[in-house]
């Protein structure tokens, strides 16, 4: 059994995380020789060095490394175990931390806001980003829940599909496609395509299908944001294969066409996903389970 206190634990994952002395010191309101001497001492007890100092700056040791993994993990669960016992006090904070791939916001906030119409209490920190970005924010565990499309093995998570994602092919409404019906697939290679950047699930749901038709359209536009792709099919720059729930209000007003392609709507699902070893708060509970039955309220399968 190591001899280590949870203050040493604390203030070397300050250390390690900022690689400083005094920025840990300033972090933990405690002063540098205060934090140095707890480190000496850990590294004692531990028998191994966890720093070395090259010129002015410190670096983490193997050792360092490992125990900052631990300590993280330790500092952690300490927070789970904090909010487990806040729940049973009856004093729930209700914190809701969720982030949502950005074509999924386009109808994630509605949910939200209708959940937060029954639990007005909870606060509610939600981030939009792509599936990338999802993913790392599972795994350094900074999040309680995430909206995404289906995620990919080997990340020790929970995904429960809820919705459908259909990927559609939308043009300018005066493009001479538009109308046509049942358009070859090898049509697209004669196109421009829009796509959306590295890392976005879109992108790269779209990119299998059209390898697995062996079709190579033109993808010389990269574009980050829904509305960016949206915009430039509106302006006649290309095509695109967007989600249908992104073009809902652009195909109402006829702003966007849909285009009848063959093979086409790439059937996708959204996702809810969270840590496979994360004990859920109450309220991330409640909102995952409101998301299973609103997808089975809008019959989406
Ligand atoms: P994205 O959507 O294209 O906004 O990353 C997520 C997904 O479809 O997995």
């Known amino acids: ?99 949502v791939a950005s074509t999924a916001n386009y109808f994630a906030t509605q949910l939200l806001a209708s959940f937060r119409q029954t639990h007005p209490q909870i606060t509610l920190n939600l981030d939009v980003t792509n599936r990338e970005a999802l993913l790392g924010q599972l795994d350094q565990n900074e999040i309680d829940l995430a909206i995404m499309g289906q995620p990919p093995d080997g990340h020790d998570l929970i995904a429960e599909s809820f919705m459908e994602n259909p990927l559609v092919v939308i043009a300018a409404p005066d493009n001479p496609l538009a109308g046509q019906k049942n358009i070859p697939i090898s049509r697209l290679a004669e196109e421009t395509l829009i796509v959306r950047e590295e890392g976005s699930g879109t992108r790269s749901a779209s990119e299998r299908f059209f390898q697995s038709h062996q079709i190579a359209p033109l993808t010389g536009l990269v574009m980050n944001t829904n509305e960016a792709i949206k915009q430039s099919v509106q302006a006649g720059m290309g095509l695109a294969v967007v989600s249908l729930h992104t073009v809902s209000l652009e195909l109402e007003t006829k702003r966007l066409a849909l285009l009848d392609v063959a093979f086409f709507p790439i059937q996708r699902y959204w996702f809810i996903v969270h840590r496979k070893n994360k004990r859920l708060s109450a309220t991330a509970q409640a909102f995952r389970q409101f998301l299973l039955d609103e997808g089975k309220a809008k019959k989406a399968f």
């Open 1 to 99: 059994m190591l001899h280590l206190t949870l203050r040493q634990l604390k203030i070397y994952e300050a250390v390690a995380r900022n690689l400083s002395y005094s920025r840990a010191a300033r972090e933990l309101h405690l002063t540098q020789p205060a934090v140095s001497m707890q480190i000496k001492l850990l590294e004692e007890s531990l028998g191994l060095p966890l720093f070395e100092k090259l010129g002015k700056k410190i670096y983490l040791t193997e050792a360092g490394r490992e125990m900052y993994r631990y300590s993280r993990a330790i500092a952690e669960q300490l927070v789970e175990a904090e909010l487990v016992l806040a729940e049973l006090k009856g004093m729930e904070r209700g914190n809701l931390k969720i982030s």
